[in-house]
């Protein structure tokens, strides 16, 4: 069968970090992007020779070479953006989060449905190979039913260069926002989706979310999940020092991120970490050394600990502890790709489809409306984890 024909919306940090990924996949054929900064667009007809650029979306979205579109734009755009891509009978690959409303989210879903074409969330964690290694061994039953999940992170996210927007709750900024939307995720897929209430606190940092915890309840249990984007305190120390993407990571100082960032410069430094910042020309593929992952997760099952790490589960049980390997994707992220592709080309309902990634959704909104209003929120909108 012919490549998936991709046409890339938002040339940012997000393509940074996939591109090479898309561009290497067996199963896709980079052929257009679209960005309203001219210098993004000339780098990718240099790096991509062949790939059209469009100034617009909606341009994007008429572009006939164009099956499928990978939505990495800004997270306000992503429903005005899905919706027309649904119109213009393209299937989608949105970043999380998927939305900033429900309504919103509601609305790609339903558009996707109507179209009859594939919407599906990603890059999320709860794609990473280890989460799924874990969910397949919880969903086998041998460790009992899990009752308790803690997931713990501590990064510098808050002080890494952002746009005004990712520093305003009400466009989508904050932790909560950017980084519930992938904690949250993991934690749905390990108990199976769905989630009945959350409880939470956030602690504010630069004018909106820098920090939460918050107790989930699902069925036969509950979850812990705690987030700092403060930059002191590090939790890839717990991770052997291999960070979120992966690959080996230099520790980090408490407190460096804070002092590195020019608030007077943050436009600039923020693009400095996009796409077309470093020099021309695809990179050669590099299979992972280690998986993705997001901080400390402990599952506690009935008969078993699980531990996630860079390299596998960890299995802690009556008979002592072992590490159970989970294979690493032929490319980093590729987990996210091969699903996307499998949907639409092999006819393989994808577990983060819109519906999912609305459930994600509702429970980060019900996170910040528990933070709020000082009480426990009921969740109306989960689905179930679609095992394979
Ligand atoms: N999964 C991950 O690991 C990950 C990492 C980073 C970002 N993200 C997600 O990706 C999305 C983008 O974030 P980012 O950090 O890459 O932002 P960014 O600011 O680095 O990049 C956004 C890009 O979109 C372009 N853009 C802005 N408005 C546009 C429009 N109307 N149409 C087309 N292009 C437009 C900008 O010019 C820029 O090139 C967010 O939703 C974010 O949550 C995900």
Not at 41 to 53: E, K, L, N, S, Y
Not at 62 to 68: C, G, K, L, Q, S
Not at 341 to 360: F, S
């Given at each position: 069968?012919?490549?998936?024909?991709?046409g890339v919306a938002g040339l940012g940090r997000a393509f940074?970090?996939?591109?090479?990924?898309?561009?290497?996949?067996?199963?896709?054929?980079?052929?257009?992007c679209a960005d309203p900064r001219?210098?993004a667009?000339?780098?990718?007809?240099?790096?991509?020779?062949?790939?059209?650029?469009h100034e617009t979306v909606e341009?994007l979205c008429?572009?006939?070479?164009?099956?499928?579109i990978y939505l990495a734009t800004p997270h306000q755009h992503h429903a005005t953006q899905a919706i027309a891509a649904?119109?213009?009978?393209?299937?989608v690959l949105v970043e999380k989060p998927m939305a900033v409303?429900?309504?919103?989210?509601?609305?790609?879903?339903?558009?996707?449905?109507?179209?009859?074409?594939?919407?599906?969330?990603?890059?999320?964690?709860?794609?990473?190979?280890?989460?799924?290694?874990?969910?397949?061994?919880?969903?086998?039953?041998?460790?009992?039913?899990?009752?308790?999940?803690?997931?713990?992170?501590?990064?510098?996210?808050?002080?890494?260069?952002?746009r005004?927007e990712e520093?305003?709750?009400?466009q989508g900024?904050?932790?909560?926002?950017?980084?519930?939307?992938?904690?949250?995720?993991?934690?749905?897929?390990?108990?199976?989706?769905?989630?009945?209430?959350?409880?939470?606190?956030?602690?504010?940092?630069?004018?909106?979310?820098?920090?939460?915890?918050?107790?989930?309840?699902?069925?036969?249990?509950?979850?812990?999940?705690?987030?700092?984007?403060?930059?002191?305190?590090?939790?890839?120390?717990?991770?052997?020092?291999?960070?979120?993407?992966?690959?080996?990571?230099?520790?980090?100082?408490?407190?460096?991120?804070?002092?590195?960032?020019?608030?007077?410069?943050?436009?600039?430094?923020?693009?400095?970490?996009a796409y077309?910042?470093?020099?021309?020309?695809?990179?050669?593929?590099?299979?992972?050394?280690?998986?993705?992952?997001?901080?400390?997760?402990?599952?506690?099952?009935?008969?078993?600990?699980?531990?996630?790490?860079?390299?596998?589960?960890?299995?802690?049980?009556?008979?002592?502890?072992?590490?159970?390997?989970?294979?690493?994707?032929?490319?980093?992220?590729?987990?996210?790709?091969?699903?996307?592709?499998?949907?639409?080309?092999?006819?393989?309902?994808?577990?983060?489809?819109?519906?999912?990634?609305?459930?994600?959704?509702?429970?980060?909104?019900?996170?910040?409306?528990?933070?709020?209003?000082?009480?426990?929120?009921?969740?109306?909108?989960?689905?179930?984890?679609?095992?394979?």
């Open positions: 069968m012919s490549p998936l024909r991709l940074m970090l996939m591109w090479p990924t898309l561009a290497h996949h067996p199963r896709l054929r980079l052929v257009a001219p210098g667009r000339a780098r990718f007809v240099q790096d991509i020779p062949g790939a059209a650029a341009a008429a572009d006939p070479e164009v099956e499928a649904a119109r213009a009978g393209k299937h409303t429900l309504a919103e989210a509601e609305a790609m879903a339903s558009a996707h449905a109507r179209a009859g074409t594939v919407l599906m969330i990603g890059h999320s964690h709860g794609q990473d190979g280890p989460v799924r290694h874990a969910r397949r061994l919880i969903a086998a039953g041998r460790f009992g039913a899990p009752r308790l999940i803690h997931a713990l992170a501590f990064t510098d996210f808050l002080w890494r260069p952002r005004p520093l305003d709750t009400a900024g904050g932790v909560v926002f950017s980084q519930a939307a992938h904690q949250l995720d993991v934690v749905r897929v390990l108990c199976g989706g769905r989630l009945h209430s959350v409880r939470a606190q956030t602690m504010a940092g630069r004018g909106t979310e820098g920090a939460y915890a918050a107790w989930l309840a699902f069925e036969g249990g509950a979850a812990t999940a705690t987030y700092s984007g403060f930059g002191r305190f590090d939790s890839d120390v717990w991770m052997g020092w291999i960070g979120e993407l992966g690959t080996p990571k230099t520790p980090t100082t408490p407190g460096a991120a804070r002092a590195r960032l020019d608030t007077a410069q943050e436009g600039q430094a923020k693009l400095a970490r077309g910042a470093g020099p021309p020309g695809l990179p050669a593929p590099e299979p992972p050394a280690h998986h993705n992952q997001f901080g400390l997760v402990l599952v506690q099952c009935e008969r078993a600990d699980l531990r996630l790490t860079p390299d596998g589960v960890e299995v802690h049980d009556d008979d002592g502890l072992r590490l159970e390997r989970t294979p690493l994707p032929a490319l980093p992220r590729a987990e996210v790709p091969d699903a996307f592709v499998a949907a639409i080309r092999d006819g393989v309902a994808p577990a983060h489809d819109g519906a999912w990634g609305l459930a994600t959704l509702e429970a980060c909104l019900a996170l910040l409306a528990s933070a709020r209003e000082g009480r426990e929120v009921a969740l109306h909108c989960q689905t179930r984890f679609r095992d394979a």
